[in-house]
């Protein structure tokens, strides 16, 4: 969360340099069907008097720098970093900070219906669902889910920066920068909704086995994503081509195949990008884009984690491998 955090104190550095107004800003990091993820940047302090909000749908916050008061129908807490902030439709919240200033949340919002869906999935009966708790502390369990988070909005903000300002030829003008991440935010938003359910005390029903219709399904899938690894698959898509509900796509894949379907399909990329690259011909940008990528440094800086030498030196370290 260190990027996160140096980005809320320039805010505040800013704010106080320049005299800015105090307030909240969004931006939307990415969305899908039946949710959005956003970046909320607060700069209020203890001098500021807190106003009444409400929750237009489910919301899970992670905070991600600063802390806050949040006061809400199941009661009052204190939000620290790595905490969520937990919220019911309809619901109106208050928060303030007398302890401090400014606080940073990465904040995922979810349709009733498709939450009611992935709560369905994840052991809890039809119906209307409420979070019992406004809050769910910090746990070891979420470490991993806010890392990612932060880091995808990271590469997010890095992308849009190079759009708005010309300066990278190497990010791809025909996509959003957006869909760089979407894969990653689609699968984090049905995670994030089942661990949240079991934190809170909601989610009690044991995960039932994988079927032989279930697992026959995956296999296709996998075979759909070895034909086509330059498609743009989402966790949505996949499961709509698998037959199943996105929270049970994501945990029958998990299970089937040792991977989430994000981390086979970016292998997948990989392996086709190494096998392009060894025949030559084409421009490294040309095989990134084809096979998927939207962003050249992404793909140079993924290439490099899989096989430990960049897209450059790829060429010659195959053919010091042929006899």
Known sequence: MGKIAVTLQQALARRDRDGARRGTTSRVLAQGAGWQVSDRLCTLGPCDQPFEEQHTGVCIAMVVAGSFDYRAAPGRELLTP?????????????????????????????APGYFERLAADAGVGSGRLNFPRARVAS?????????RACADASVIAGIDARVNTGTDARVNPGTDADAACDAVWDELAVELAAATLRAAGVATRAAAPVSATANARVAQIVRLIDDTPGEP????SLAAAANLSEFYFLRTFQRVTGVTPHQYLLRTRLR????????????IVDIAFDCGFNDLSNFNHAF???????????????SARRP
């Open 139 to 147: 746990q070891r369990a979420f470490s991993p889910l806010i890392a």
């Open 304 to 318: 490099r984690a899989e096989f430990a030498v960049s897209p450059r030196a790829w060429p010659a370290q195959g």
């Open 233 to 236: 698959h989402t966790l949505t």
């Open 82 to 110: 790595g905490a969520l902030l937990l919220g019911n439709p309809g619901e109106c919240f208050e928060c303030g900070h007398r302890h401090g200033v400014g606080d940073r949340c990465i904040a995922f919002h979810y």
């Open 272 to 283: 086709a990008a190494a096998l392009r690259l060894q025949d030559g011909g084409a421009k």
